[in-house]
């Protein structure tokens, strides 16, 4: 639209252009926007010329200006300036010379098919001819007696003189007017719902909506919900009231569908009938449109002819055959969810006939082998208590932070050793906030425990803790300590780990002597004086209950003796071998 051009070029040149010696210029630092703005002028008919220049600061600049000062007056009726200021600077020429630089490429056999021989203008066009060329206003001059075909054909390109020219390598050509992957359609009816939407519209030449509330799947994930926007003004000129107008759009953006709704009159309802849906069109009905439309259509239509999901392939086969009668030369179906995926689709209400606790059922039962359990994470309160501990091992020194959930649980560990930033100090950070998360999603503090106490490690040895007074790592006495804080003690023997004062039994345990006392004025018998009776054999005493086995406990912090190699035996923190004797330190 040569409207739309010039008054977007009418904006630019007001705020970025200017008139210099009388000829409009532009000014940008952007070299891209220069091609378009030099080819935009161009496609109405204004050649302009480009310097390329340097700024104050030194960015390059591209100044744009017309050709010569013949298109001023064009230039002024139709692109023009918003200010008087520089419309009235824009000079204005009648000189010949004025397009001297603007030439027509004439063959010498037009000129002597429009130019008579004994005119002065083939006296010009000649002269012209053996100089630069043929100026526009020449020839010009020459299409108003002639009006010739070839000669107009010409004067519709602007040209410019080829500064150098360079012999390539042969190459194949294409018609680039029509690009491989556009559609190009001569004298053709396009409707595409795609090209609807860009330009806002519900629908396009004869193609009905798909369905008044649709869904659209976008290309990079998401889906978009597209309302048909006509259907209040529809209402309206059929002669509803906007009380009842507002009404039957909240009934279709609850149901999905017009079928039903409140004061809609059922003669109106073939109106608002779509492609798919509960009022749909048969498909028969868009094939007899495209029959009244194609005697007016040289090409064929490109419109696509909706079908229900149930239709058979006899349907499908008597659809093609009438189309032929009609004498369409092309038709393409789609039938509804023949894809796994379909970027437009309704929006189909649920059934309300369906059984719902039957229907729900089934669902459990298939849903039910799909489901994938993922671990759900506990974090603590932002407000919590926590628990701090000092620890040595052997020449190592750190701290211990075991944060507590609200009922006295661990649920995260941080630890502070050696110098900050060394490799051992970064990788217990590390692990603590792993055990941290393990906890979180819960994974219980034994099964840490018994996973990681008794490792072997430097540092190791002795500890300045009273309850634990031997540790073989690091590790192990973390987790040991854990242990003597949050484990019971059952848990806590079956992984092997108690205190000092746990293990310390007692060497010589107390007997206390059972002592019958004799009650005065009891007559005491000798034995030959005993009543018969008295002689029976005792009443069998009640089964004293068998004793319970002792609790089984796993070692699990077997060592091997480092100077003979058998299996050393625990001696209260310590190890010691029953071999050689030797010990592990401190037994």
Known sequence: DRRVY??????????DGTVTAGIPTWVTASEPFADDVQSLLLAIGFPTTRKHDVSGHGSSLASLRLLNTSYHDRWLDEVGSIGGAKRGRVGRSTDRQAARHDH???????????APTNDRLRKVLLMALARNGVSRRVALELFERTNDRELGHALRFFY???ASAALGEEELTYDISVPSNVTYVANGFVSHNTIGLMMDCDTTGIEPDLALTKAKKLVGGGTMFIVNQTIPRALRQLGYADAQVDGIVRYIDEHKTIVGAPALKQQHLPVFACSMGDNAIHYMGHVTMMGAVQPFISGGISKTVNMPEEV???EVEQLHIEAWKLGLKAVAIYRDNCKVAQPLATQKKASADAPAPQVIKEIERVVEHVIIQEPVRQKLPR??????????????HGYVTVGEFEDGRPGELFLKVAKQGSTLAGIMDAFAISVGHGLQYGVPLEAFCEMFTNMRFEPAGMTDDPDIRFATSLVDYIFRRLAVEYLPKDKREDLGILTVGERLQPTLPGVEEAITPIEPGLDVLPLDDLPPSASASPAPAAPT?????????????TVICHVCGDIMQRAGSCHACPSCGATSGCS
């Open 383 to 396: 407000k919590r208590n926590s628990k701090t501990f000092s620890f040595r091992v052997a020449d190592c």
């Open 6 to 15: 010039a008054a977007f070029l009418r904006g630019l040149f007001e705020a």
């Open 104 to 114: 027509i490429p004439l063959t010498r056999e037009l000129v002597d098919r429009l």
């Open 312 to 314: 058979t392939v006899e």
């Open 160 to 162: 410019d003189d080829v």
């Open 545 to 557: 209950p068998a004793p319970e086995p002792p609790r089984t406990r796993v070692v699990r912090d």
